[in-house]
């Protein structure tokens, strides 16, 4: 049974940081591309990051690019998302995903997390 189990999200004040981790079990993890997407209330779940199998290929959407950063570790078969200079429009639940394929889309991710909370207050 495949599970993805974020931790680390919360209450942080603008310009504040937080480290989102996602544990994985059930799977071969090397083998699949992980990535973070984000729901907000009343908006669609978008994509934040994705990060290939081993590593050196990295997307990141453009409303975040210079301030998160999505890293991986194989042993650890865990993937994290560095988050700072926090704005309040970055307040979502964020959920972590696994693909099988190079997928680009929310539909070509074969597992999904629970999500975890963050908050961004002014």
């Known amino acids: 049974q495949v599970q993805l189990v974020e931790s680390g999200g919360g209450l942080v004040q603008a310009g504040g940081s937080l480290r989102l981790s996602c544990a994985a079990s059930g799977l071969t993890f090397s083998r699949y591309v992980m990535g973070w997407f984000r729901q907000a209330p009343g908006k669609e779940r978008e994509f934040v990051a994705a990060?290939?199998?081993?590593?050196?290929?990295?997307a990141y959407a453009d409303s975040v690019k210079g301030r998160f950063t999505i890293s991986r570790a194989n042993a650890k078969n865990t993937v994290y998302l560095q988050m700072n200079s926090l704005k309040p429009e970055d307040t979502a639940v964020y959920y972590c995903?696994?693909?099988?394929?190079?997928?680009?889309?929310?539909?070509?991710?074969?597992?999904w997390g629970q999500g975890t909370q963050v908050t961004v207050s002014s």
């Open positions: 995903a696994a693909a099988s394929i190079t997928a680009a889309q929310a539909s070509e991710y074969d597992y």
């Open positions: 990060v290939s199998r081993s590593g050196p290929s990295i």
